[in-house]
């Protein structure tokens, strides 16, 4: 099983900052990772996919990089509505699809 | 557009059976494989089960194989999720999501709460 682990598990920031997460899988997956973010109460939604392609109606400022074992989100200008816990999945050797368990992006 | 939509979640006992239904619409639905991923609370989203779009093939995490089945019915445009031998720790939210091209789910249900406890 490949297990993907995310860092920080929190990160506090303000409006308008640049602010990038970390996810690392325990082997090499290719580009084969999505990230997600998932508001309180709601369901995940789809942000990044294939390592960099923005899903359907997903802002500019969202983008993804990486591939082998070490990825990142990077959030361009942080926005009051991206506060919110992200994960990211990789989906190149599986089953089981696996998750990270999360970076919480909080209000600084 | 493209809708998700569980229920047939509840409070069981241990022990006891539960079956989540999903109802898809606004995509050719037999075209897609659908999952099931779980998020105990104040946990993390861990993948459970996922279904082909002819529903010839299915795939279980360790943790449920042998007490979880997942179905379909593409001419209801419905995805199952048969739970048996209820456990504590299947008390989760059970989201149902569109898997596009076998990796990503790209369009998810508001999720379906499953409780076990006597």
């Known amino acids: 099983e490949i297990v993907m682990t995310q860092s920080p598990v929190t990160l506090s920031a303000s409006p308008g900052e640049r602010v990038t997460l970390s996810c690392r899988a325990s082997q090499s997956i290719g580009s084969n990772l999505a990230w997600y973010q998932q508001k309180r109460g709601q369901a995940p939604r789809l942000l990044i996919y294939r390592s960099s392609t923005r899903a359907t109606g997903i802002p500019a400022r969202f983008s993804g990089s990486g591939s082998g074992t070490e990825f990142t989100l990077t959030i361009s200008s942080l926005q009051s509505e991206d506060f919110a816990v992200y994960y990211c999945?990789?989906?190149?050797?599986?089953?089981?699809?696996?998750f990270g368990g999360g970076t919480k992006v909080e209000m600084k | 557009d493209v809708q998700v939509l569980e229920s047939g979640g509840g409070l069981r006992q241990p022990g006891g059976s539960l079956r989540l239904s999903c109802a898809a619409s606004g995509f050719t639905f037999s075209m897609y494989a659908m999952s099931w991923v779980r998020q105990r609370p104040g946990k993390g989203l861990e993948w459970v089960s996922t279904v082909t779009g002819s529903g010839s093939t299915t795939y279980y995490a360790d943790t449920v194989k042998g007490r979880f089945t997942i179905s379909r019915d593409n001419p209801s445009q419905t995805v199952y999720l048969q739970i048996n031998s209820l456990r504590a720790e299947d008390t989760a939210v059970y989201f149902c999501?569109?898997?596009?091209?076998?990796?990503?789910?790209?369009?998810w249900g508001q999720g379906t709460q499953v409780t076990v406890s006597s």
């Open positions: 999501a569109r898997t596009h091209d076998w990796r990503y789910f790209d369009y």
């Open positions: 999945q990789q989906s190149n050797n599986w089953p089981p699809l696996t």
